[in-house]
């Protein structure tokens, strides 16, 4: 059975674009409902704050990497700048990803200690979302080679 003929009211719509131009590449609307059954989850009664925070901070950071594979890699190999950066760096492209992370890990850092010294004066919540996003998609890269090089070695090693 289609997704459209399941007969939900409530849907998320998700839409990825294309950076060059900025037209939309696809357009999604899945239904709620849809996605629980196909899932077996039990549908939420409410959400914390906190839970929305994350929810909105993920869905970025979903976003940025979608994007940013486009601009990089036009979909093909996500980690092939990590690569390359690698070779020349004679490091694993997981250190090259890690060493782009510790910007990000650092100006955090920085923020944390103002915070702590009484000055937080430059703190939004665009910021605080933006340098922890760029460390969840590090992270999340990070994790995407890991998770390659292992499957490549299991599958060397069978």
Do not use: W
Request: some cysteine; hydrophobic content about 35%.
């Amino acid at each position: 059975m289609d997704i459209k003929d399941k007969g939900c009211d409530t849907t998320i719509h998700y839409v990825i674009t294309d950076t060059k131009d900025g037209q939309i590449d696809a357009a999604l609307d899945i239904p709620i409902e849809y996605i629980e059954k196909e899932y077996e989850l039990e549908p939420p009664t409410t959400y914390t704050k906190f839970e929305k925070q994350i929810a909105i901070l993920f869905d970025k950071c979903f976003s940025t990497l979608i994007r940013k594979d486009v601009e990089y890699a036009g979909h093909g190999d996500a980690f092939e700048a990590f690569r390359e950066a690698a070779k020349v760096e004679g490091v694993i492209p997981e250190e090259i990803a890690r060493r782009y992370r510790l910007k990000h890990d650092m100006s955090l850092k920085k923020m944390i200690n103002d915070l702590q010294n009484g000055r937080d004066e430059n703190l939004t919540e665009e910021f605080i979302k933006e340098k922890c996003g760029d460390i969840i998609c590090y992270t999340a890269l990070i994790y995407g080679m890991l998770a390659e090089r292992i499957r490549d070695e299991v599958q060397i090693c069978e």
